[in-house]
């Protein structure tokens, strides 16, 4: 590339310019802003429910035949299950290589494969969504009202927001903590099924036969046809009362006769709480590699519309927006870019104290930077920390060439040469000279681009976009800046004023400074080899001791807590306690908000274990958030019979699973009886060791339990198989759903 054409076309120099100026705005406003660049592990969750399961049937009947074909798919990382009283989730992730849609389309054929070896009691077969458990939501809503039943702003919650909210693009999956939809609970008294000696196996075919919404044809007349409907659905528990079970003595048995019939909810054992007022709460979780910013911003503008339509009573309040940190950090990033572009251009006039020497050099910042966006958005990557940063580092760099040219023309314009002159001959002797520097420099970079895993995918931007900025400040340098300098520079005057004067001095100080170092450090050669040692060993040891983490802790706002009480505390009991916690948390001074929520949920399947969200207030008015932290421990500590483990939530979470630390270590083994006997070992050992804190295990089989031991030879006996024993013994404590309710706009269980 010859400097002297751009020289001679000014024109053509100024459009080249403009295009890059031009192409690189475009670029800047289409680009999408994030945290981080992308570094999601492709990860897909499949949940599965048996309600009144054990967590040993649901291990070996559900997770097992699963577990058996996902186990075939190609390019699988880790996969976790985790079995439940009636909930069974498994958690696959991927290699960072493997494509989402292909893997789900891979899962999706596994769960069909798998289907004839389920329990045919399934209610629902087994589903997946594209969604990493450990990503913490990017928004949360609550709903409540203090009018208006919990399963009312449920069936709104559920109906109205969630299933459109899901259609946005991006979204995984919307959660709902604290459901409470609606159905109809039947709670039979066994002295009155006994006094008139009905099985609740009678009670529950009478249930089944009694509500139906089946087709009924049609009628067809000579000259008009009718449709006909039958009246055979019921629709709430006033329906259900007079429904007759069957006939004893001549007389009808009614279902009111044998127990409560009321109206409730599908899941009475799970509650959630906005501030200290009972709610319905929606965390939407992004797909992994889509970006939080969109995702986020495409969900509040249907806020509005949601709030017109939604009645009078019920509240709708946004209690978490994962993009407000986003915005605020990726501004912070912004003011520190341009604090350290006026840095650069002032520390050029310091030492050239030339206005037009200045601003020549100085074109290559913004150039360099704004054309570096141009490539990033073909490239297809985002303004976030990263991507900023590499910017911010570049701006010492693309200044340089740019310097290099400016003080080479400037040498020959001091020799008398005119300013046309000395740009074509300072340009042609220095422009190879630039040309290696920036490509040596662009080289530096190389190896990152090839660095694979997490890191790798981290580094992989931050080494594109500094390479770029390189390289374009390389051709503003060999184009634009001796274009400038044969039109636009001052030839250096003979007169300067006074503080040009006291500058120089200034300067003439630091160089007889350094001449004098210089010359003690050549008569003491040996001494400056023994320090350049000791600096070699310092380092080095310095680099062993010093703390090392993937990536530092931010504050986002937020804090994540985990609540764990007794493996065998009830709903009732487990309530009080969480809201003894949130009470706690509710007084401090820097929290907000929070959300609680207690019950079986996608983060946690276990019921004895609840959750607390807090957002904190501003950052101008609070501590850090694990100073925070550090201040709820001893006091969340009071409440008895109730573990508690706050964590700042890193933004990036390795591993498909929410833990209640920040650090997990898994056991494995083939010997399940040796499993459960080590863990513990190791749990408790490692409770003593110092410096550890928030030991937890997600190992729960110390739950009491009753063992039914069937007597085969009496049951055979008196006519009655283990299967039927097993039916009655789930359907008196399982919650078993034996008709569906169904709406124009949903379907409910009895």
Known sequence: MSPELFIRRPVLTTLLMAAILLFGIMGFRLLPVSDLPNVDFPTIQVSAALPGASPETMASAVATPLEKQFTTIAGIDSMTSSSALGLTQITIQFSLDRSIDAAAQDVQAMIAKA????????????????????????????????????????????????????????????????????????????????????????????????????????????????????????????????????????????????????????????????????????????????????????????????????????????????????????????????????????????????????????????????????????LGYTIDIISLMALTLCVGFVVDDAVVMLENIVRHMEAGKGRVEAALIGAKEIGFTILSMTLSLAAVFIPVLFMGGVVGRLLHEFA????????????????????????????????????????????????????????????????????????????AWLFVIIPKGFIPTEDTGQIFAFTEAAQDISFDAMKEKQRAAAAIVLQQPYIDQIMSSIGASTINVVPNT????????????????????????????????LKVYPQNLPIIRIGGSLTKALYQYTLQATDLRE??????????????????????????????????????????ALGVTAEQIENALYDAYGSRQVSTIYTPTNQYWV
């Open 115 to 378: 289907a004839p070896l389920l329990p045919p009691q399934m209610p629902t077969p087994p589903f997946y969504q594209k969604v990493n458990p450990a990503d913490q939501p990017v928004i949360y809503l609550s709903l409540s009202s203090p009018t208006l039943p919990l399963y009312t702003v449920d069936d709104y919650a559920q109906t109205n927001l969630a299933q459109r909210i899901s259609t946005i693009n991006g979204v995984a999956q919307v959660q709902v903590f604290g459901s409470q939809k609606y159905a109809v609970r039947v709670q039979l008294d066994p002295r009155a099924l006994t006094t008139r000696g009905i099985g609740i196996d009678e009670v529950e075919q009478a249930l089944t036969r009694s509500n139906v919404n089946l087709p009924t044809g049609t009628l067809y007349g000579a000259h008009q046809m009718f449709n006909v409907q039958a009246t055979g659905q019921l629709t709430n528990a006033a329906a259900f009362r007079p429904l007759i079970v069957a006939y004893r003595n001549g007389s009808p048995v009614r279902l009111q006769e044998l127990g409560r019939v009321i109206d409730s909810v599908q899941t009475d054992k799970v509650a959630s709480w906005y501030n200290d007022e009972r709610a319905v709460i929606l965390a939407v979780q992004r797909q992994p590699g889509t970006n939080t910013v969109e995702v986020v911003d495409a969900i509040r503008a249907l806020l509005p519309r949601f709030r017109a339509e939604l009645p009078a009573s019920v509240n709708l309040n946004v209690l978490y927006d994962r993009s407000v940190a986003i915005r605020e950090s990726v501004h912070d990033v912004e003011f520190t870019l341009l604090l350290s572009i006026a840095l650069v251009v002032l520390v050029i006039f310091l030492f050239l104290r030339n206005l037009s020497a200045t601003i020549i050099p100085s074109l290559a910042v913004p150039l360099s930077i704004v054309g570096t966006f141009a490539a990033m958005y073909l």
């Open 464 to 539: 594109v976009v500094i390479t770029v900025a390189v390289l374009v400040s390389g051709f503003v340098s060999l184009t634009l800046t001796p274009m400038a300098c044969s039109r636009f520079l001052r030839p250096p005057g003979e007169s300067h004023g006074r503080l040009y004067a006291a500058s120089e001095r200034f300067f003439d100080g630091m160089l007889r400074a350094y001449d004098h170092s210089l010359q003690w450090v050549l008569r003491h050669r040996r001494v400056t080899i023994a320090v350049m040692l000791l600096t070699f060993v310092v380092t």
């Open 610 to 641: 609840g959750r607390i969200f807090m957002r904190l207030k501003p950052r101008d008015q609070r501590p850090p958030a694990d100073k925070i932290i550090e201040d709820l421990r001893p006091k969340l500590a009071a409440v008895p019979g």
């Open 675 to 716: 499993l459960y006997r080590w863990a513990p070992i190791l749990y408790d050992k490692m409770r003593t060791l110092p410096g550890f804190t928030d030991v937890n295990t997600d190992l729960q089989v110390a739950s009491p339990q009753i063992t039914v031991d069937i007597d085969r030879d009496r049951a055979s």
